[in-house]
T-cell receptor, first 116, second 116 residues
Framework: EAGVAQSPRYKIIEKRQSVAFWCNPISGHATLYWYQQILGQGPKLLIQ????????DSQLPKDRFSAERLKGVDSTLKIQPAKLEDSAVYLCASTQRGGLPYNEQFFGPGTRLTVL | AQSVAQPEDQVNVAEGNPLTVKCTYSVSGNPYLFWYVQYPNRGLQFLLKYITGDNLVKGSYGFEAEFNKSQTSFHLKKPSALVSDSALYFCAVRDLVNSGNTPLVFGKGTRLSVIA
């Protein structure tokens, strides 16, 4: 079974530029999550999708961050404009159909973003 | 709101010795508890979880964890450490208050170093 795919793996941009990250979850996984992991901290949920609908985006900085999952499969997370404090690893995860709270999440390798 | 504390940034143990990585949590309702491991340049991998029932949970790679409700703890243990266990370990909790869709909240992580 193929795992969660993310691209790019690394990205370096200057502040005020825009950037986009892509995620393809495990086949058949209806629930998709985006996390932000700042160095020295645990992952923090940014947004959760169930199919193509948003379940929780309460911690997404909506003035600069946006995410979509138009066809209920792959997803894109965008930052525009980027700030220095956005430097982090962005992790995508998915869970099995239903996204029940006790299901373990499967994580991709992440995208390491550096904002200069 | 739920929270997780991992009081140790770093744990060092000799190969073959038992290891313990500590985790305490705070929730309003009942918890779902998880342990994940992160190897360099890789995403998080699920180790084990507590949902209900037996307080001693066994997981991947010989790891186990004990749920202690009175002490609100969920420490990760292994009887005999291997050098290959060296990695970053995250404890995470989901609060089942009101059966709502609360996010998975991670601790800041504990770096385990197993010395040969």
């Amino acid at each position: 079974e193929a795992g969660v795919a993310q691209s790019p793996r690394y990205k370096i941009i200057e502040k005020r530029q825009s950037v986009a990250f892509w995620c393809n979850p495990i086949s058949g996984h209806a629930t998709l999550y985006w996390y932000q992991q700042i160095l020295g901290q645990g992952p923090k949920l940014l947004i959760q999708f169930q199919n193509n609908g948003v379940v929780d985006d309460s911690q997404l900085p909506k003035d600069r961050f946006s995410a979509e999952r138009l066809k209920g499969v792959d997803s894109t997370l965008k930052i525009q404009p980027a700030k220095l404090e956005d430097s982090a690893v962005y992790l995508c995860a998915s869970t099995q159909r239903g996204g029940l709270p006790y299901n373990e999440q499967f994580f991709g390798p992440g995208t390491r973003l550096t904002v200069l | 709101a739920q929270s997780v504390a991992q009081p140790e940034d770093q744990v060092n143990v000799a190969e073959g010795n038992p290891l313990t990585v500590k985790c305490t949590y705070s929730v309003s309702g009942n918890p779902y508890l998880f342990w994940y491991v992160q190897y360099p340049n890789r995403g998080l991998q699920f180790l084990l979880k507590y949902i209900t029932g037996d307080n001693l949970v066994k997981g991947s790679y010989g790891f186990e964890a004990e749920f202690n409700k009175s002490q609100t703890s969920f420490h990760l243990k292994k009887p005999s450490a291997l050098v290959s266990d060296s990695a970053l370990y995250f404890c995470a909790v989901r609060d089942l208050v009101n059966s709502g869709n609360t996010p998975l909240v991670f601790g800041k992580g504990t770096r385990l170093s197993v010395i040969a």
